[in-house]
């Protein structure tokens, strides 16, 4: 009924950038939270930044300062911008989104595929 999907993960040294789109497609309603969440080697999936429907932001302390997360809600899209990049940002990184889903009258909440992202010299 709902899909995310991630792209523009990819290789970069440490001190680079990249931006992570997601675009969230189906029977939706509505979108509430939606959020990057990422999973290192050896380690639980972790909350890296959300963004709510009225633009308020929440960081992980570790990439305050370093990364920004953004929403178009007239097309259903989160973005998370990285600079600065570190090696302990290497992970899966999975967009999330709370949705109102189309003849459910219920939020539920959906997870895009996942991307890598691997910061490497």
């Known amino acids: 009924q709902v899909q995310l999907v991630e792209s523009g993960g990819g290789l970069v040294q440490p001190g680079g950038s990249l931006r992570l789109p997601c675009v969230a497609s189906g029977s939706i309603v509505s979108i509430n939270t939606m959020g990057w969440y990422r999973r290192a080697p050896g380690k639980q999936r972790e909350l890296v930044a959300a963004?709510?429907?009225?633009?308020?932001?929440n960081y992980a302390d570790s990439v305050k300062g370093r990364f920004t997360i953004s929403r178009d809600n007239a097309k259903n899209t989160v973005s998370l911008q990285m600079n600065s990049l570190k090696l302990e940002d290497t992970a899966v990184y999975y967009c999330n989104a709370e949705v109102l889903v189309l003849g459910t009258g219920r939020w539920d909440n959906y997870w895009g595929q996942g991307t890598q992202v691997t910061v490497s010299s």
């Open positions: 963004i709510s429907r009225s633009g308020r932001t």
